[in-house]
């Protein structure tokens, strides 16, 4: 049972306590008003209670009553005051608080309200740092108004235990430290003090010296990830012997060097370089991590977990952002900035609904765009997160990725009643309407030419009128939600097909060519196909195995065969990537995940697993690969988020790819 505590605080009389209970608390009896309009307002470390009661019911007093961080019920009386100040509160810590009227000897039913005390002693904000021969000086935003001064605390590296102070008065914005050693990075802590204790601290690093000795690329990076390391000649023309030393003790010489470090954390590196005949050193650091990106943080639907379905990640026209589409009853979009690893921006539609359509960015603009599920829900967002416009004429857009034509102005899709449209990318108005009789399941921009892939035929429409040009009946079934992939001279387009068959149109001559069934038993759906530059093609299946063949599809050159604990649906809605020296990027779906990297004659040349024995990380869909790192999406389960995920794996991305990535943008356009 919880204690009782009779306070007398001399705090709470300026607070309206003027006393606390000495004898026992009244019981309730007979029926007396208890208090009405009972409000909590937080403060820091302190909750401000008020309240009322009707006209005509005078309380000789009223009992205040919480539990305190120790379990214990701490009792409170205000001396028939209305309202009651409790502090000595815990910040960001909720607490229920009971007031109950007394009428002498007998006291009315409790009322309750929560309350959250919230500190207020805000920290500086925009502390920024430059740093100069012997000085550095700091500047910053004022927090509060209610700010009494600033403690400035810094060391020298060497010295870390010598930690020096100064106190700065409450309207200062800036201060310049001078007389500092240079070459040495300093450390800086700035608080800012109130009246109840000093805010959390804004620190910073610079180093004092005639000119900063580096230029790095970055200051963050993934493991093994490079960094581009230089030296600033333009200041130091007469520097020799420049040498960079890492951890490991691993030496690079050279004015500019790249080297990538595998190990989480900050990580010093020295540079050494002879200066007019004198030696010198500096000692910069950097922060590595485990990942590029890693992320689970979705917007839900209550209690339904998100992750990821039939879509894979694009990027922006400049390949800073990634961007990935969520499907589980919200369909949000998020970007992610591919040097820092953070989250940018997202954006929650108002309508909820499913999503297991790619994404497209536009090459020009940077616009994105994807559909959901349900009807009239296709979207296009700004390379800032906000909405440009909702078409609302399509269907489900459980099909073929959006197209964008190569100057940036027309946005075409094809919904899952085969109705296409040519879509102002700057409006957001429909320009024509075409029927294709059946779900689009990839789409081709060519030149003055709209492909439209279907499960069994393939239409060619003018691009600016919408007029069917030609019809062509596919050697084979097209899969779903699929897309093309065109070979170097731009003259094939190929698709993956259902029971077991690769096909092909020839873009040119309006034609289907004969396709390859590359599986006879347990034939299933193939998808997506890549283009490698020595003109083979490899895509995967949902039966557990990956193929690479002739670009004629004349035979299969190899097969490979997951060896997972479920080959079924292994390479469900895969599109896996090609890189410049013909290796192959897939990952498998079910039961968990591998991802694996080929080489041109179907070797491993590596693969791994994310979350290791976790079964609700599937992949249904496909990877993205760009500066040597491979996005991957994961669907996650009932227990978890997917996990979305970029890995530094190294090489260069091929000119050759598939159509939805045959520009970093995955814009479905043959350039």
């Known amino acids: 049972m919880k204690k009782i505590i009779n306070l007398l605080l001399i705090s709470f009389i300026a607070a309206c306590l003027t006393a606390c209970w000495s004898e026992d608390i009244p019981e309730a009896g007979a029926a007396r008003h208890q208090v009405t309009d009972l409000t909590a307002t937080p403060g820091d470390e302190e909750v401000l209670l008020a309240w009322s009661l009707p006209e005509g019911w005078n309380p000789t007093d009223f009992i205040v009553y919480y539990t305190d961080a120790d379990s214990e019920t701490v009792t409170l009386r205000t001396g028939g005051e209305m309202n009651c100040t409790v502090g000595g509160l815990v910040n960001d810590t909720q607490y229920t608080f009971y007031v109950q009227a007394v009428y002498g000897k007998l006291v009315s039913n409790y009322v309750a309200v929560v309350g959250r005390p919230a500190t207020t002693r805000f920290p500086v904000t925009d502390l920024t740092v430059d740093a100069g021969d012997s000085f550095v000086s700091l500047a910053w935003t004022k927090p509060a108004t209610t700010v009494l001064s600033y403690t400035l605390s810094y060391y020298n590296e060497d010295t870390p235990d010598n930690v020096e102070q100064q106190t700065l008065d409450k309207d200062a914005t800036s201060v310049t430290l001078d007389k500092l050693i240079n070459d040495k990075n300093y450390y800086f802590s700035l608080t800012a003090n109130y009246e109840k204790g000093a805010s959390e601290p804004a620190t910073a690093k610079a180093m004092p010296t005639l000119a900063i000795p580096y230029i790095l690329d970055r200051d963050k990076a993934a493991k093994n990830q490079p960094i581009t390391f230089s030296f600033n000649t333009e200041d130091y023309p007469t520097a020799t012997d420049v040498k960079w030393t890492f951890p490991g003790d691993v030496v690079k010489e050279g004015t500019v060097v790249k080297y990538g470090l595998g190990t989480v954390g900050t990580q010093t590196v020295k540079l050494n370089a002879t200066i007019d005949g004198n030696a010198r050193s500096w000692t910069l650091e950097v922060e590595i991590r485990e990942y590029v990106i890693y992320s689970t943080d979705w917007a839900q639907d209550g209690s339904n977990y998100n992750g ?328 996650g389960g009932s227990s978890k988020n997917g996990v979305f995920v970029g890995k530094y794996v190294g090489g260069e991305r091929a000119s050759s790819w598939s159509t939805h990535g045959g520009d970093i943008c995955g814009s479905c356009c043959v350039k």
Not at 368 to 384: C, D, L, N, R, V
């Open 308 to 635: 990821f379905k039939g879509t894979c990640p694009v990027f922006s026209p400049d390949g800073k952002t990634v961007y990935i589409i969520t499907f589980n009853k919200v369909s949000a979009l998020y970007a992610f900035d591919v040097v820092t690893g953070n989250e940018k921006w997202r954006y929650l539609p108002t309508s909820k609904s499913g999503s297991y359509n790619m994404l497209t960015v536009n090459p020009v603009t940077g616009d994105i765009y994807y559909g959901t599920t349900s009807a009239g829900q296709f979207y296009a967002i700004t390379p800032e997160g906000e909405l440009k416009w909702i078409f609302s004429e399509a269907g489900s857009m459980k099909s073929a990725a959006p197209a964008v034509n190569a100057n940036g102005t027309v946005v075409y899709i094809c919904d899952a009643l085969g109705k296409a449209f040519a879509i102002d990318a700057a409006s957001g108005q429909k320009k024509w309407q075409f029927s294709a009789g059946d779900a689009g399941r990839g789409l081709l921009v060519n030149g003055s030419e709209l492909l439209i892939g279907t499960q069994t035929d393939a239409f060619f429409v003018n691009i600016e009128t919408g007029e069917q040009i030609a019809k062509v009946t596919l050697g084979c079934e097209m899969s779903d939600i699929t897309g093309f992939a065109v070979n170097s001279d731009k003259t094939l387009a190929y698709f993956g097909g259902r029971n077991g068959y690769i096909g092909a149109v020839n873009i040119k001559t309006h034609e289907a060519i004969k396709s390859l069934v590359v599986e006879k038993d347990n034939p299933n759906h193939l998808y997506e196909p890549v283009v490698a530059p020595n003109g083979s093609v490899f895509a995967g299946s949902k039966n557990g195995s990956v193929y690479n063949v002739k670009g004629d599809l004349s035979a299969v050159n190899w097969e490979y065969v997951h060896t997972g604990s479920s080959l079924a649906n292994a390479f469900n809605y895969s599109h896996p990537c090609v890189d410049s020296e013909n290796r192959f990027y897939i990952t498998s779906g079910q039961t968990s995940n591998t991802t694996y990297i080929f080489d041109a004659s179907g070797n491993v040349v590596d693969s791994w697993t994310y979350e290791s024995g976790d079964n609700n990380q599937k992949q249904m869909g496909g990877n993205n690969y760009l500066d040597g790192v491979i996005y991957s999406a994961f669907i």
